[in-house]
């Protein structure tokens, strides 16, 4: 039975105490821009099993928003990882060189179910790129030599914490996988702005081999008859970059298509994209637009979570919407639902100050920062 006792903290229970006993698992420790070796020497990653041959190096800790960085060989398979809870649930950044001009995509997978979330339409050579996949709120971010613009960007509101990290080869000859060239980062920040949005009709069965994913016109070539200097056996002319809004499940998928790919494709193809839309909509051009469109995509997908500024955050590209949009994944995920599980509360703390900070920085109308920061506030009071 608990007793009441005189300690430092005055007249205490003993149960309270204990609870306030510093143990290793609330003792905090860095958790950005540091490799994975020195995570390891704290003891603060894990391994889990992946495929054959190889398993996959994850943070100890869950998290919420973060990002992972370090160079890859694509002459192997490779994958990154943000909130990766089992080998059925998670988000990685995969590097597929055997795909028809859609090497580079961000997927998710939810109960064992894969979806492709996002492509770009190029065609990778065997070489080595240095990559980072970032999380922040809803939004993924998958970034490829350039570190500044993400050449992906994708919503989804399936996952809300969990582990960060990569696969890692147990043979000796692979060159992926070396924990001291790999960093646990704070997330990115800037998007590209769509050229369109559409709704369009899926393929796929869901498995790793078939992932569920929008079905999109191609053109498919032998590359060496156009004259072009790759390794495989096709390439995809109708190719282009998409990122999805939310998708949740049913027969269609509501996707922003980007302007940039490989030079070599068609110039067409975006037309050829618009005339298999069953809905196509105006990119907006402000919060107030966005806002408007929200409500419009939530007709065709009323299964949607996210939120109206995290809409307006993917389609605007704007950083100064970024805070609105995470404020909103956190008040919703902490307050409206307990979903967030596993994050140590000095982290959590860390993460919320951090995105009031930049709410407070923002260059958005008095009335919206304020709205939000009432968000961060009650979060940083649960």
Known sequence: MPQIVSGIWGKVRTDDILDRAVTRAKLEYPTEDVTFAYLGILGKVQSDEGTAYRY????????????????VNLSTYYVFFVRYSDSDNFYELVNRTGA?????????????????LATESVDLSSTTYLEMFSVSGST???????????????TDTDLTSGYVG????????????NPALHELKAPATQLPKPLAIIECEITGKGTEEDPIRPQLPQDLRDPKELG????????NLKSVTWGAIDYKGGNTMIIAIYKHGADYLDPKRFEDVLAIAKNKWKVPSNVQEAEQLHKELRKVNPDMIAGKHTVAYHLLGD?????????DFYHGNMIEDNKIKGVPEWELRR???????????ARINAELKDNHLKKLNECLKK
């Open 56 to 71: 996959h190096m994850l943070t100890l800790d869950s998290f919420t928003d973060k990002a992972v960085k370090g160079y």
């Open 100 to 116: 028809s001009t859609a090497d580079f995509c961000i997927e998710k997978v939810v109960g064992g179910t894969s979806t492709t």
């Open 140 to 154: 993924l971010k998958a970034f490829r030599s350039d570190m500044t613009t993400p050449k992906l960007t994708a």
């Open 166 to 177: 990569f696969t890692l080869a147990y043979s000796n000859n692979d060159s992926n996988g």
């Open 228 to 235: 072009l200097n790759l390794n495989k056996p096709q390439i």
């Open 319 to 327: 950083e100064n919407i970024e805070p609105c949009s995470v404020a």
């Open 351 to 361: 993460t919320l100050l951090r995105w009031k900070d930049r709410l407070e920085r």
